[in-house]
T-cell receptor, first 114, second 114 residues
Framework: AQTVTQSQPEMSVQEAETVTLSCTYD???????LFWYKQPPSRQMILVIR??????QNATENRFSVNFQKAAKSFSLKISDSQLGDTAMYFC???????????FGAGTILRVKS | DGGITQSPKYLFRKEGQNVTLSCEQN?????MYWYRQDPGQGLRLIYY???????QKGDIAEGYSVSREKKESFPLTVTSAQKNPTAFYLC?????????????FGDGTRLSIL
């Protein structure tokens, strides 16, 4: 069974600075998908970014980018120019290539300070 | 706008009572999911359905039941057999079981014990 580990329960960053959230996962599959979801205080789950394991190029989405290291089974999220609205719980998630069930990590609370 | 509607936003259950959480989507998605979120933990899959009139147990199905009589609707019943039902419940959907597209989430229902 796949597992996802987020080793940082809480992090904080100053507004306009850059922060990196860590995620590691365990799987025996060679093709799969990885996601970062954001859950602000409103509790709504919002997709931040998605990475296909068969693509070597790291995904980017505006201020959000990932560092995908397939051999190390690592999938970190970098947030540049942090904004107060980035304050949220961030979840890393894994999906098998031939399935559609998401396996979530425990989450990292990110606080952006002014 | 298309989306997922969960109701009610807050729900209280008495001991020995069954309660039903509603989830409706107008995204024309085939697959639907129910997750449970406890404080300090990631989302855990309760049940999922890939097509009308079919559903499968997730990782923590004991004490819960679902039905999928219509494509748009996937209600979750928390039965009296679920001894620790206090949690935040999230419903999600995705286009189909083969597309591996990201899941879209509703705004959640918070269930508490009276």
């Amino acid at each position: 069974a796949q597992t996802v580990t987020q080793s940082q329960p809480e992090m904080s960053v100053q507004e306009a600075e850059t922060v990196t959230l860590s995620c590691t996962y365990d799987t025996s599959e060679s093709n799969y998908y990885l996601f970062w979801y954001k859950q602000p205080p409103s509790r709504q789950m919002i997709l931040v970014i998605r990475q296909e394991a068969y693509k070597q190029q790291n995904a980017t989405e505006n201020r959000f980018s990932v560092n995908f290291q397939k051999a190390a089974k690592s999938f970190s999220l970098k947030i540049s120019d942090s904004q107060l609205g980035d304050t949220a719980m961030y979840f890393c998630a894994f999906m098998s290539f031939y399935g559609n069930k998401l396996v979530f990590g425990a989450g990292t609370i990110l606080r952006v300070k002014s | 706008d298309g989306g997922i509607t969960q109701s009610p936003k807050y729900l209280f259950r008495k001991e020995g009572q069954n309660v039903t959480l509603s989830c409706e989507q107008n995204l024309n998605h085939d697959a639907m999911y129910w997750y449970r979120q406890d404080p300090g933990q990631g989302l855990r899959l309760i049940y999922y359905s890939q097509i009308v009139n079919d559903f499968q147990k997730g990782d923590i199905a004991e004490g819960y039941s679902v039905s999928r009589e219509k494509k748009e609707s996937f209600p979750l019943t928390v039965t009296s057999a679920q001894k620790n039902p206090t949690a935040f419940y999230l419903c999600a959907s995705s286009p189909d079981r083969l597309s591996n597209q990201p899941q879209h989430f509703g705004d959640g229902t918070r269930l508490s014990i009276l």
